[in-house]
């Protein structure tokens, strides 16, 4: 007689193997990229309430080290507006720091510290990420006390909105919780490497939070290093989305359902928009379909400004060609 028995392999893993791996690889990574976080504290102009007079308050955020001589990262809205900026380093230095330049489009910040031999995180590239790796955000809130959460890239290629009503491009989601504070500081990966800048969460959605993609950050950052600034252009219009009836779309073999209705031209040098007129809906600019506002922006970029540069318009229901010449936005 043949017995038939199963067997459970207590030679595998366990949970708490398992578990131990993982926090083995949280806890290198931590001690591997804390060093490179730093506390950022402003004095920001307010308003007070009941004098109305306008005095200092504290504020604060976090960083990280790009370069070892003291570039730093961090977001735009925790240095907008400030008076004066210090950064706390891990090893207990408070040193001040010199704004480079900042981007409210990307909500990028650089700045500068005089100092050397820092430890200094590197950019991976964001375009190799999958939904689903390891996402590790750490920040510096507290100035000494490092702040550690733990998920996954949740999506990739959202998009987000600045505070100056540009649409941010290439935005990462994790569920890795962003802590006050936590704002400026890094989205690494399980190397250690610099995924994204964290910079958001939903206040109203659990689990919800956002970083500036690392190929974009270091895009911006590089540009304010060099030049203090990114260039982008403008064609001194107001503008609105409107929809495009069935009709106009199949009269023009439009590929949108939707332009951008020009509602105002305003004649501003060096800027040469005198060929277009409120009314006119923007379809086409520079080779690309346009539905959007955003989508026009995103094709208003460094390469165009000063550049003469073919737009096309529906005015009174038939497209029309015409020529802008984008200049540079303040």
Request: include cysteine; charge should be neutral.
């Amino acid at each position: 007689m043949e017995n038939n028995y199963s067997f459970i392999d207590h030679a595998g893993p366990t949970d708490h193997d398992l578990l131990d791996v993982y926090s083995k690889t949280i806890t290198g990574v931590v001690g591997q990229v804390a060093e490179a976080v730093v506390h950022i504290q402003v004095q920001k102009p307010v308003r007070d309430r009941r004098g109305g007079q306008q005095k200092l308050a504290p504020g604060s955020g976090s960083g990280f080290v790009i370069s070892s001589d003291g570039f730093i990262v961090t977001n735009h809205h925790v240095i907008e507006d400030a008076r004066e900026i210090k950064v706390a380093l891990a090893d207990g230095r408070t040193v001040n720091a010199e704004l480079k330049g900042t981007d409210p489009s990307t909500d990028i910040a650089v700045l500068k510290i005089y100092e050397t031999g820092l430890k200094a995180l590197s950019f991976a590239n964001s375009e190799a990420l999958q939904p689903g790796q390891i996402a590790i955000a750490i920040g510096n809130p507290l100035g000494l006390q490092h702040t550690v959460t733990a998920g996954v890239v949740s999506a990739l290629g959202r998009t987000l909105r600045a505070n100056n009503g540009r649409l941010i491009d290439d935005i990462i989601q994790t569920d890795a919780s962003l802590n006050p504070g936590n704002s400026g500081g890094p989205l690494v990966n399980s190397l250690g490497q610099v995924i994204g800048v964290n910079t958001a969460t939903i206040i109203s959605a659990q689990g919800l939070c956002f970083a500036v993609s690392s190929n974009l950050a270091a895009f911006v950052a590089g540009k304010l290093i060099m030049t203090g600034k990114v260039k982008r252009a403008y064609l001194g219009i107001a503008g609105q989305v409107v929809n495009l009836t069935g009709r106009m779309i199949a009269a023009n073999r439009l590929e949108k359902k939707t332009g951008v209705y020009i509602s105002e031209v305003v004649p501003d040098q060096p800027t040469y928009n005198n060929e277009l007129r409120a009314g006119d809906i923007i379809v086409v600019f520079n080779g690309k379909a346009v539905g959007t506002v955003d989508e026009l922006h995103k094709e208003l970029g460094e390469g165009v400004i000063g550049r003469s540069t073919r737009m096309e318009v529906l005015r009174n229901g038939h497209k029309a060609l015409v020529n802008v010449i984008p200049g540079e936005m303040k």
